[in-house]
């Protein structure tokens, strides 16, 4: 009866049922702020994608495939191939999510994703480039949200990079007599990634209260989101907020993320 009423309190006034944890230095699922929970990371799980991954993040759960294909380069950069990034929030992952086309959520965060793996320089798009102005790869990199709990930007993007980093791509040459590109699977290449960002995502409840890697259910009650943004060394790449966080937080949210970072960022992607 005492787990009914507080299952009833929680929908009813989730951020007096949050506060009431707090106050004894903890959060519902056990972790006292800063704490993170548990990530396990697993690669090449998709037989049919040229690199997979699926990591869990708590309860959050994303998988991710990388399929490449051919196509003409753009005209404007006739030596660059293309990355195309892609999250989906399907119904089946979180009652929030209904059926039908990508929510605006999943929109924003694919749009997150792509910027913050652009801007980290993680993949030479030259790279890509099979032949100028006629061949390229094209890197499709999707990923999909089996169960949500909360910080899925974190989690897909380190699905992302590991997919990326398990992908391999078979060996392809131009020919300029035929215009054909020809593809030989015995021989198949690494990608030559460079800088590969990691994500620590922190939210602000109540003005005063830092929460590390919050759960679906904090979520809506924060105010401020903040994610750091580290490279595989512990070097910051961006620090974004959404909301209002003064220096303090800001500064107390890096060294938290970069304390992070060395105690588990940098296995990450050590397979």
């Known amino acids: 009866m005492a787990d009914l009423n507080a299952d009833i309190f929680q929908r009813l006034h989730p951020k007096a049922y949050l506060e009431r944890f707090l106050a004894e230095q903890l959060r519902p699922d056990g972790r006292e702020a800063a704490d993170w929970r548990d990530l396990y990371v697993h690669v090449g799980s998709i037989s049919t994608a040229d690199g997979s991954a699926l990591v869990r993040l708590g309860h959050t759960t994303i998988v991710c495939g990388v399929k490449a294909e051919i196509a003409e380069p753009d005209l404007e950069q006739p030596t660059e191939g293309f990355l195309v990034p892609n999250i989906d929030l399907p119904a089946m992952c979180a009652p929030r999510f209904k059926p039908g086309p990508p929510s605006e959520e999943a929109q ?13 320089g993680l993949l030479p798009l030259s790279a890509l480039c099979i032949h100028p ?30 997919a990326l980093k398990n992908t391999t791509l078979p060996k392809a040459t131009y020919n ?13 290449v ?8 990691i994500s620590y995502s922190f939210g602000v409840f109540d003005g005063t209260t830092v929460l590390a890697d919050p759960t679906a259910f904090e979520d809506p009650l924060l105010e401020t ?20 966080a003064d220096k303090d937080t800001m500064s107390w949210c890096v060294s ?6 060395e105690a588990r960022g940098r296995e990450i992607y050590s397979f």
Request: glycine share 6%; with cysteine; hydrophobic share 45%.
């Open 108 to 120: 924003v965060l694919s749009d997150r994703l792509a910027s913050t793996i652009t801007a980290a």
């Open 256 to 261: 938290s993320a970069k304390e992070r970072h």
């Open 133 to 162: 102005e006629r061949a390229a790869w094209v890197l499709y990199v999707d990923a999909t949200c089996i169960n949500y709990d909360g910080n899925a930007f974190d989690a897909a993007l380190i699905a992302m990079v590991a």
């Open 225 to 244: 989101s903040i994610s750091i943004v580290l490279d595989e060394h512990g070097d910051i790449l961006s620090a974004g907020q959404l909301g209002i």
């Open 190 to 197: 690494p990608l030559p990634l460079k800088r590969l960002p």
């Open 176 to 188: 300029e007599e035929t215009g054909h590109t020809t593809c030989t699977r015995k021989v198949r």
